[in-house]
């Protein structure tokens, strides 16, 4: 049969935590017992991006992809794929759209749609071993830089390639690196920022996880071009299998003599550790991360001075996020006019986002950037859960915005987002439908933001606790006539003030749900509802007596035992207000339809 | 007598001065000291904060500070499991709120809080960069995943 087929197996932190560990023991036992062990073997790889349908499988060469595999499947799938040479149709995926299984990856839209550059290992190489990195044109890039380029063209490449950082501001990274190497210095450092803190954003732990090599050329060609000898890896301790992985890569690179003094004998040595953060959202700011390596609060400082002038202990310092420094490989493989092809005029290359919350296919996609939401949205990510109509579209995290409907066909790039109120930011995509409610969104991130306040600067650590408490007041019911206004004045006020991005940027969900969905604001105001009957606080219950059968199934199921009623004397069930608690047990076990919520 | 003496030693005190010395020439070596003193001890007792002090030369109000800044940094004993509850944005989008509530009726404690025999510890978390099977937790850094409330006594039955 095929020469060396390959089973593929998701090992990222989102299908590890459906089962697929196991999944790969139960693999290599089943391909023993079958006697395949000498054509067929077995990667654990990282993120392949489908979580939603975890654990997933891919066989290679012919690219099939299975999902939601449990270990009762494995000697089915080997016996049917590498036997019989047939598909277990069960596992595969059903589109949506003509209802049929599609086997090969290419057909599947949630791939189709995709254009892979920093995902270009992930999910494809076991991310503990160099050897699969080197095969797949790994540390050429260095290779090429350090052979025949000298620092100044290195620069240059990745000046002409257009890229932008991605970690949300968007600044171009060849212009950032060349302030640093501006500046004279005996000692400069380059920092990998994976302080990934932005809820509903995990690109940076799958690269780490599934790709940690490409992170660790993007630094060495930015180290080179720089001239910086030494770097950090700040990541996030709540990303355990990151940390690790990148542990493996870094001692392999310096086995491999690709870090270290004279790497390949060019004269050039760097140096790189991992710094584990300590649970710190707003060390995401490049002054805070590097306040907390040097072991202090990780609270951020006035700018100027820029960390490119005076950074770290002092020294010129450099900084991008791990999505920016994975692309740099690629640019300088490839050449910065293969990477100008993809993405807009101003905006290169393409993007990562994670596309999560009331949305059919949840997972890792990278497109090229000008792509609409409209496609990621409803191609991509196969529309809405549950036949729901979409309401909105939280981009960019706790400083991003939340687009409505009519803005779907916008193109995804660094300056529309900004111009919509919105921004690229890490680039969560939080999909929500009509039973969210946006009020309560905006609460829920200025909570977030208040809680995350480094407490320096009063714009920042006031303002937010005072937005929220406003916030939280209308989505109780008591919201004020004049909140609206309090609101835009202060977030304004905020916006402009404030030391630091967190702060500068924690009014942006208040500022996009106003803009866009001011009559959901007024709807909890002046008439007390919530008309995606969310808050707790503003529905009211109610028994259709027309439809109650009076089987008393509400009434039991009642933890405040607020419903009455009798079949045997013919009264009609009600429910107390007074004593209800609004927690829609009623609602559940109503075999009818007849509770109602308004 | 020897024996007597190395009674008097704990063991715990020997590791932690193991990893103040394997930190403490390094540049900022205060925060992955507090961690390394975290993982021993579980949380990171006063005796042990002057310990350090002593150790590194830098003084307790610093560390006070550095300590309390940080989320990870705890100064009461932590149960036998620690629950961490997802409330990122695709979990709270996803119903994370009635997997709290579920979790803080069936332990009877409130985010912050340890279970009176110890075995639970609970703490409501903003992301753990899972949001593609929200809602989710994360029990000793194991992650369960796509949870609604009925799901939940079944998995806290799994941790002694």
Same mark, same amino acid.
């Not at chain 1, 149709?89 to 949506?96: A, F, I, K, N």
């Not at chain 1, 209802?99 to 057909?107: A, F, I, L």
């Not at chain 2, 715990?12 to 390094?26: A, F, G, N, R």
């Given at each position: 049969?095929?020469?060396?087929?390959?089973i593929?197996?998701c090992?990222g932190?989102?299908c590890?935590?459906?089962?697929?560990?196991p999944i790969?023991?139960?693999?290599n036992?089943?391909?023993k017992?079958?006697?395949?062990?000498?054509?067929v073997?077995?990667?654990?790889?990282?993120?392949?991006?489908?979580?939603?349908?975890?654990p997933?499988?891919?066989?290679?060469?012919?690219?099939?992809l299975?999902t939601?595999?449990?270990?009762?499947?494995?000697?089915e799938i080997?016996?049917?794929?590498?036997?019989?040479?047939?598909?277990?149709?069960?596992?595969?995926?059903?589109?949506?759209?003509t209802?049929?299984?599609?086997? +090969?990856?290419?057909?599947i839209?949630?791939?189709?749609k995709q254009?892979?550059?920093?995902?270009?290992?992930?999910?494809?190489?076991?991310?503990?071993?160099?050897? #699969?990195?080197?095969?797949?044109?790994?540390y050429?890039?260095?290779?090429?830089a350090?052979?025949?380029m +000298?620092p100044?063209?290195? $620069?240059?490449?990745?000046?002409?390639?257009g890229?932008?950082?991605?970690?949300?501001?968007?600044?171009?990274?060849?212009?950032?690196?060349?302030?640093?190497?501006?500046?004279?210095?005996?000692?400069?450092?380059i920092?990998c920022?994976?302080?990934?803190?932005?809820?509903?954003a995990?690109?940076?732990?799958?690269?780490l996880?599934?790709?940690?090599?490409s992170?660790?050329?993007? $630094?060495?060609?930015?180290?080179y071009?720089?001239?910086?000898?030494?770097?950090?890896?700040?990541?996030?301790?709540?990303?355990?299998?990151a940390?690790?992985?990148?542990?493996i890569?870094i001692?392999?690179?310096?086995?491999?003599?690709?870090?270290?003094?004279?790497?390949l004998?060019?004269?050039?040595?760097?140096?790189?550790k991992?710094?584990?953060?300590?649970?710190?959202?707003v060390?995401?700011?490049e002054t805070?991360l590097?306040? +907390?390596?040097?072991?202090?609060?990780?609270?951020?400082?006035?700018?100027?001075?820029?960390?490119?002038?005076s950074?770290?202990?002092?020294?010129?310092?450099?900084?991008?996020?791990?999505?920016?420094?994975s692309n740099?490989p690629?640019i300088?493989r490839?050449?910065?006019?293969?990477?100008?092809?993809f993405g807009?005029?101003k905006?290169?290359?393409?993007?990562?986002f994670a596309?999560?919350?009331?949305v059919?296919?949840?997972?890792?996609?990278?497109v090229?950037?000008?792509?609409?939401?409209?496609?990621?949205?409803?191609?991509?990510?196969?529309?809405?859960?549950?036949?729901?109509?979409?309401?909105?579209v939280?981009i960019?995290g706790?400083?991003?915005?939340?687009l409505?409907?009519d803005?779907l066909?916008?193109?995804v790039?660094?300056?529309t987002?900004?111009?919509?109120g919105?921004?690229?930011?890490s680039?969560?995509?939080?999909?929500?439908d009509e039973?969210?409610?946006?009020?309560?969104?905006?609460?829920?991130?200025?909570?977030?933001?208040?809680?995350?306040?480094?407490?320096?600067?009063?714009?920042?650590?006031?303002?937010?606790?005072? $937005?929220y408490?406003?916030?939280?007041?209308?989505t109780?019911?008591?919201?004020?006539?004049?909140?609206l206004?309090?609101?835009e004045?202060?977030?304004i006020?905020?916006? #402009?003030?404030?030391?630091c991005?967190?702060?500068?940027?924690?009014?942006?969900?208040?500022?996009?749900?106003?803009k866009?969905?001011?009559?959901?604001?007024?709807?909890?105001?002046?008439d007390?509802?919530?008309?995606?009957?969310?808050?707790t606080?503003?529905? +009211?219950y109610?028994?259709?007596?027309?439809?109650?059968?009076?089987?008393?199934?509400?009434?039991?199921n009642?933890p405040?035992?607020?419903?009455s009623?009798d079949?045997?004397?013919n009264?009609p069930?009600?429910?107390d207000?007074?004593?209800?608690i609004?927690?829609g047990?009623?609602?559940?076990k109503?075999?009818?339809?007849a509770?109602?919520?308004? | 007598m020897?024996t007597?003496?190395?009674?008097l030693?704990?063991p715990?005190?020997?590791?932690? &001065?193991?990893?103040? &010395?394997?930190?403490?020439?390094?540049?900022?070596?205060?925060?992955?000291i507090?961690?390394?003193a975290?993982? @021993?001890?579980?949380?990171?007792?006063?005796?042990?904060?002057?310990?350090?002090s002593?150790a /590194?030369?830098?003084? @307790?109000?610093?560390?006070?500070?550095?300590?309390?800044?940080?989320?990870?940094?705890?100064?009461t004993?932590?149960?036998?499991?620690?629950?961490?509850?997802?409330?990122g944005?695709?979990?709270h989008?996803?119903?994370g709120?009635?997997?709290?509530?579920?979790?803080?009726?069936?332990?009877?404690?409130?985010?912050?809080a340890t279970?009176e025999?110890?075995?639970? /510890?609970l703490?409501?978390?903003?992301?753990?960069?899972?949001?593609?099977?929200?809602?989710?937790?994360?029990?000793?850094?194991? @992650?369960?995943?796509?949870l609604?409330? &009925?799901k939940i006594a079944g998995i806290?039955a799994?941790?002694?």
């Open positions: 049969m095929a020469e060396n087929q390959r593929l197996v090992a932190t989102g590890a935590s459906s089962g697929a560990l790969i023991d139960v693999l036992n089943e391909i017992r079958q006697g395949l062990e000498k054509t073997s077995v990667v654990g790889t990282g993120c392949q991006g489908f979580c939603e349908k975890g997933t499988l891919v066989i290679e060469p012919q690219q099939i299975y939601r595999v449990t270990e009762e499947d494995v000697a080997i016996e049917q794929e590498f036997i019989k040479g047939e598909r277990v149709e069960r596992l595969l995926l059903v589109d949506q759209a209802q049929k299984p599609v086997s +090969s990856m290419g057909d839209r949630f791939f189709a254009h892979r550059i920093v995902l270009h290992n992930c999910g494809v190489i076991d991310p503990k071993k160099i050897e #699969e990195y080197t095969a797949r044109d790994g050429k890039g260095i290779v090429k350090l052979k025949g +000298s100044e063209e290195v $620069m240059e490449e990745v000046k002409k390639s890229l932008r950082g991605r970690g949300g501001a968007g600044f171009p990274t060849g212009l950032k690196w060349g302030f640093c190497r501006q500046t004279p210095s005996d000692k400069k450092y920092i920022n994976a302080d990934e803190g932005d809820p509903g995990f690109m940076d732990r799958s690269v996880e599934g790709d940690p090599h992170v660790i050329e993007g $630094m060495l060609i930015g180290a071009a720089i001239g910086a000898d030494e770097g950090y890896v700040y990541c996030r301790a709540e990303y355990p299998l940390i690790k992985h990148l542990g890569a001692k392999q690179a310096e086995e491999a003599g690709y870090l270290g003094d004279n790497i004998g060019s004269g050039f040595n760097f140096h790189l991992i710094f584990e953060g300590a649970g710190a959202f060390c995401g700011e805070a590097m306040a +907390s390596i040097e072991g202090k609060r990780g609270m951020p400082r006035v700018r100027p001075p820029f960390p490119a002038v950074g770290l202990w002092g020294k010129p310092t450099n900084i991008n996020n791990v999505e920016t420094w740099i690629h300088l490839n050449g910065a006019e293969w990477y100008g092809q807009t005029e905006s290169k290359g393409t993007k990562i596309l999560t919350g009331k059919n296919n949840t997972g890792l996609v990278e090229p950037m000008g792509t609409t939401l409209r496609e990621i949205i409803f191609d991509i990510g196969d529309g809405i859960q549950g036949g729901k109509k979409f309401k909105a939280q960019g706790p400083s991003g915005g939340c409505p409907e803005m066909d916008l193109a790039d660094y300056d987002l900004t111009q919509a919105a921004m690229v930011g680039g969560g995509l939080v999909i929500m039973t969210t409610c946006m009020v309560d969104i905006a609460r829920y991130f200025l909570n977030f933001s208040k809680k995350e306040s480094c407490g320096k600067c009063t714009p920042c650590r006031e303002g937010t606790t005072r $937005m408490e406003i916030l939280d007041r209308i109780k019911g008591e919201g004020k006539e004049e909140d206004d309090t609101l004045n202060l977030a006020t905020i916006k #402009e003030t404030s030391l991005g967190l702060g500068q940027f924690a009014p942006s969900p208040i500022l996009a749900t106003l866009y969905f001011r009559h959901e604001y007024e709807a909890h105001i002046h007390h509802k919530c008309p995606a009957h969310n808050c606080a503003l529905l +009211s109610s028994i259709d007596v027309e439809k109650c059968k009076m089987c008393s199934l509400c009434a039991k009642c405040t035992n607020c419903i009623g079949k045997k004397t009264t069930y009600v429910i207000e007074e004593k209800c609004k927690c047990t009623c609602i559940e109503c075999k009818f339809g509770v109602t919520r308004a | 020897s007597a003496c190395e009674e030693v704990d715990k005190q020997i590791k932690l &001065d193991e990893i103040i &010395d394997k930190h403490k020439h390094s540049n900022g070596p205060l925060i992955p507090l961690q390394g975290q993982e @021993v001890y579980g949380y990171l007792p006063a005796h042990v904060i002057k310990h350090i002593k /590194t030369r830098i003084p @307790v109000a610093r560390i006070y500070g550095v300590v309390t800044f940080y989320a990870q940094f705890r100064l004993p932590v149960g036998r499991n620690l629950i961490n509850i997802c409330l944005t695709a979990c989008v996803r119903g709120a009635k997997v709290v509530e579920a979790i803080e009726k069936e332990l009877k404690i409130t985010d912050g279970t025999d110890g075995r639970f /510890t703490e409501v978390v903003a992301c753990i960069g899972a949001c593609g099977l929200a809602p989710v937790i994360s029990i000793n850094n194991e @992650v369960h995943g796509r609604s409330p &009925d806290l799994k941790y002694e």
